[in-house]
């Protein structure tokens, strides 16, 4: 079975500095997606970055990178230059592509609650 | 602008009562998720449906079940509440075709307490 582990529940940064999160996954398909979720106090659940397993280049969006290592079974966040904004729980997530049959079932860590301090 | 709806932002209950969580997508999306979480937990599955009156099983069923009589509509039910189900309850969905699957929407989340 597939399971996503974030070894870090919380963290903390300086505004305008950066900071990595970790998550680690193990799984036997070879071709899955791996995601970043950030859910502010508001608790919306929003998509900050995603990777097909597939493709080699490590996905950016703006401030948001991940360094994605497949032989390692790694997947961490980067945000830089820290906003105020970012302060959130992250949760890392799993899609294979033929879980239980069904049409996209994430599976998710713990999270990390990430704190961004003026 | 895309949307998932949850009937409700909080609700109390008392244990034994029937509980209803309902939760309304405005895309034409064919899957939806039903996911709770706990503090130190994450996000568990709980049910999903690809399809009208189709439902799966997620990771801890127990003490739930669904229903999905149309499309857009897929309901959470809580036959006897207890406290263990004390809980943020999420809604999300998805499309089934293209790049759409791998994408989830959420609703904002219902804080059920049970006492």
């Known amino acids: 079975a597939q399971t996503v582990t974030q070894s870090q529940p919380e963290m903390s940064v300086q505004e305008a500095e950066t900071v990595t999160l970790s998550c680690t996954y193990d799984t036997s398909e070879n071709n899955y997606y791996l995601f970043w979720y950030k859910q502010p106090p508001s608790r919306q659940m929003i998509l900050v970055i995603r990777?097909?397993?597939?493709?080699?280049q490590n996905a950016t969006e703006n401030r948001f990178s991940v360094n994605f290592q497949k032989a390692a079974k790694s997947f961490s966040l980067k945000i830089s230059d820290s906003q105020l904004g970012d302060t959130a729980m992250y949760f890392c997530a799993f899609m294979g592509e033929n879980y239980g049959g069904s049409q996209g079932n994430l599976i998710f860590g713990k999270g990390t609650k990430l704190s961004v301090k003026p | 602008d895309v949307k998932v709806t949850q009937s409700s932002r909080y609700l109390v209950k008392r244990t034994g009562e029937k509980v209803f969580l309902e939760c309304v997508q405005d895309?034409?999306?064919?899957?939806m998720f039903w996911y709770r979480q706990d503090p130190g937990l994450g996000l568990r599955l709980i049910y999903f449906s690809y399809d009208v009156k189709m439902k799966e099983k997620g990771d801890i069923p127990e003490g739930y079940s669904v229903s999905r009589e149309k499309k857009e509509r897929f309901s959470l039910i809580l036959e006897s509440a207890s406290t263990n189900q004390t809980s943020m309850y999420l809604c999300?969905?998805?499309?089934?075709?293209?790049?759409?699957?791998?994408?989830?929407?959420f609703g904002s989340g219902t804080q059920l307490s049970v006492l």
């Open positions: 990777q097909e397993a597939y493709k080699q």
């Open positions: 895309m034409d999306h064919e899957n």
């Open positions: 999300a969905s998805s499309s089934e075709t293209g790049e759409g699957r791998e994408k989830l929407f």
